[in-house]
């Protein structure tokens, strides 16, 4: 006897949660949904406990978005499991529906109709139909190639507001005269007690997310600013500093190389610097040879 279908729903609306969870038990009756996550957070939790066969992520929930949660499960999804379909649920935006679009994601757009959802469920059907042993991994791989297309275009769309303002205390951008440059670092003032750090910006070997700090490593020191990688990475030179984890961002000019292991897992080592960092799933293809 096979085994259920299995899907787990992650909306911080509980209205809007319930709503989708009795549509699809009246269009897919054999479907189980095996739980329901209010947030970000929550949904990562839940789906590397549950191991579901379907995901529907809303794409703004508090802690995580519905992007954010995506990352962090393929970056952290055991290999010896098919990783799941997922269904992205939004709110009309243009960005959102020509980024799904041009990416092959499926999603549903809210208020979500049965019309639509009955859709995207022959889709998952189909899908799960197809998928077998010998191409378990294909769902992964694909769910990859649609991060590198969305994560970059989000990052894009959330540059309105400077990251660093000049009256925070604890960090700030100093920046070049020229217009071409006028909204990149050049110097991080970092807060160390009653004193400030200044930090030429090609001294950091590294970016490191911590909670709602940065920690950001020269080869002397360690220092922590107030912000997100979210914030800072509009205000970085992306031809020097490129994201290799959704908790680092690298320089990539301190790199001396990019070590791959047997299962596929890429290690990057540092000049003049004992620190090694791991290169996510979403980011490995940066160091594949040219």
Known sequence: MSQPTRAIIAEDEPILALTLQRMLNKLWPELEICGL?????????LALEAQPDILF??????????????????????EQHAFPLIVYVTAYDEYAVQA????????????????????????LQARLQSKTANNAGDELERVLGQ????????QSAGRTTPALPANNAASS????????????????????GNNVRMIAIEDVLYFEATDKYINVVT?????????????LLPQL???????????TVV??????????????????????????LSVSRVYAHLFRQM
């Open 37 to 45: 996550a209010e947030n970000g957070v929550q949904a990562v939790q």
């Open 57 to 78: 992520l809303d794409i703004k929930m508090p802690g995580k978005t519905g992007l954010d949660v995506a990352q962090e499960l393929a970056e952290e999804w055991p």
């Open 100 to 123: 799904f679009e041009h990416s092959a994601s499926d999603y549903v757009l809210k208020p979500v109709s049965e019309e639509r959802l009955q859709k995207t469920i022959q889709r």
């Open 147 to 154: 991060l590198r297309n969305l994560l970059p275009a989000q």
């Open 173 to 192: 951008a100093e920046t070049g005269s020229n217009a071409g440059s006028a909204d990149k670092l050049h110097v991080i003032r970092a807060a160390v």
């Open 219 to 231: 080869r002397e020191h360690s220092s922590l600013i107030r912000s997100s990688l979210r914030e």
């Open 237 to 247: 030179d992306s031809s020097l500093f490129w994201q290799i984890h959704r908790s």
């Open 251 to 276: 320089n990539i000019r301190q790199v001396s190389l990019a070590q791959r292991d047997e299962s596929g897992k890429v290690t990057l080592k540092l000049r003049d610097s004992d620190d090694k």
